[in-house]
């Protein structure tokens, strides 16, 4: 009977626990999350005839994860100033007909994941919402009249003909930078203008940053913002967002690959009921040549623009969508590559042209307001077809280059498919350029001047992106060799974890002296390895006067990347063994081969 009694009380607090759990949470702030609600929840005002107010209680299925983010974006703020003006939250499933907030009270919607209610999405409607109740509660601590004499154009009730196509209302528009404003939605109104730099100011990317460090107006705004959160607590200093700036930023990471078939890629980018998906592993014995491959196409790119556009990479052997076999597609921040051996898509080469065509398609769609497309619309003899998979269905998929269609402005038969395709198969040469290419960007200007829209577009997104880079670029793979030797020091010589006050990287330009004898050491030094070696480990090498990390001079050093940090104060030392040819050469060989062990163990 004891035991009876033991289990049927466990199972009884199971019960209540879970009861308790689904219907509402008692956080230390003193908030109630609540994930179920009845008329009789609904404030006064919501009761009117002429409100048809109608509330649904969050899906089950949703509680655990709407509860996680809750917690976690309630930590973003001190604990008295939610006590303070937040009193219970609402989890539903949907809201129709009312504004979905009071003076302390917020009504958060979430339709599930399935349907673009991300993490992220949610932790925004959060940020929009309780910002709305500190304006309203606090209005007075709100230089509001500032505010509005920092805007480069008054608010616009019809704000929308600032959209393009089906551009996202909440996607950063460069056109209205100078303006004041993020993006097309920030023009509809004082609030919402305020609400789009909050969520930003607590959810912050390193374009948000960047933006903010070019555009003094929406400089301004951060500031009085940061002013106004620092007037309600204080604790809320500018100090501290830079801190959150730098948590949030460091904790990006890298694209994680993933190497065996997952029910995600059926669910999250083909959820239409009548798609068929037909889709076979990764081999695992192609792993290191995979990762290769990877490692050499996304080198190209700034290590922070991969980690802010890119997530996971996922490596599939076959993969087939309603009959018509792909090579790559992409999803939410994810790329599908295919390797398969036994197809002529196994090249390396082909593989490469795949990661930087694919990842087009998924810059293109996230920032597609920073591209210039009327100009470059204006420069086709032809108009498009009916997309890339039509394309394909079609026989007209053809990537053979056809001079008939330079004249006209497209490289290949596929390129005329669609705008987003006709990009891309640009993109893949001008990260991977070869012969072919470079001749028929010579001798046709409609292709010269659609290469100059991208680069445009790239150095738009990040300002690594010259004309220079990819001439370089060009140098490189054009010649066979994949490296730099690089004698001047500046803003990129050191990667930005580099440059934080502790490590506090420090670097002099080469006397030009000694540039001459550095780079006939450097490239003697370099022959003396496999062309392949170098290619895929090697990328830049840098010959400096002197280095510095944490207060100390350092003699040379490396990144796992493939970047060698080398010194050279030349031989009037007065100890002639010292910076002499044999000894910066064997430098070089010392760096480079850390740079080897430790590629080795990654791989």
Known sequence: MNNTYKYFTVLLIVICSYTIKAQEVDLTTGVKIKVTISEGDYPQHWNSKNNNVKAVSLDPSEVNRSIRIIKKVLGKYPKELIRNNLKEIYLLKSLENQEPKTTD?????????????????????????????????????????????????????????????????????????????????????????????????????????????????????????????????????????????????????????????????????????????????????????????????????????????LDNIYLLKHLEINGVEYGGTIGKDALYIV??????????????????????????????????????????????????????LESKSSVVFQSSLHKKGFLHSYATSAIIEDMASIVEYLFQPNNQYLSAVSKYKKLKKKQQLLIEFYHSLDKVFTQEYFEHIKTEIVAGTNYQILYKSDENTFPESWKTKEVDAQAVSLDKNEIKRSDKIIVKAIEKYPNELIVYNLKKVYVLDSIEFYGKNYISSNLSTGTIYLTNTGTNTGQPHLYSDFYIENLFHLEFVNILFENFFKY
């Not at 009548?274 to 700034?302: C, H, M, T």
């Open 105 to 309: 009270i917020i009504y958060l919607v979430n339709e599930g994941e399935s349907l673009s209610y991300s993490d992220e999405y949610i932790e925004y409607l959060f940020h929009h919402y309780f910002t709305l109740i500190l304006l309203e509660n606090h209005s007075k601590k709100f230089d509001k009249t500032k505010w509005m004499e920092t805007n480069g154009m008054s608010y616009k009730k019809n704000w929308q003909k600032y959209l393009s196509n089906s551009q996202d209302s909440r996607i950063f528009d460069p056109r209205l930078f100078k303006k004041g404003y993020l993006y097309p939605f920030a023009i509809s109104g004082f609030e919402v203008d305020v609400i789009s730099m909050s969520n930003n100011i607590f959810n912050p990317t390193h374009e948000f940053i960047n933006v903010l460090k070019q555009h003094k107006k929406l400089k301004t705004k951060y500031d009085l913002l940061v002013s106004f959160y620092a007037s309600l607590d204080q604790s809320l200093t500018p100090q501290y967002f830079d801190e959150l700036n730098s948590r949030r930023i460091s904790q990006i990471k890298a694209p994680l690959i993933v190497f065996k078939e997952k029910e995600i890629i059926v669910q999250k980018t083909w959820s239409t009921s009548d798609s068929k998906v037909k889709s076979k592993p990764f081999e695992e014995k192609n792993l290191i040549r995979a990762k290769r491959i990877i490692k050499q196409a996304l080198d190209k790119y700034p290590e922070e623009f991969v980690n802010t556009n």
């Open 339 to 392: 390797i398969d051996d036994l197809k002529s898509n196994a090249k390396d080469q082909t593989v490469e042209a795949t990661i930087h065509h694919e990842f087009s398609h998924l810059l293109y769609y996230k920032y597609q307001n920073y591209f210039n497309q009327k100009k470059w619309i204006k420069i086709n003899s032809n108009s498009y077809g009916v997309g890339g998979r039509n394309a394909i």
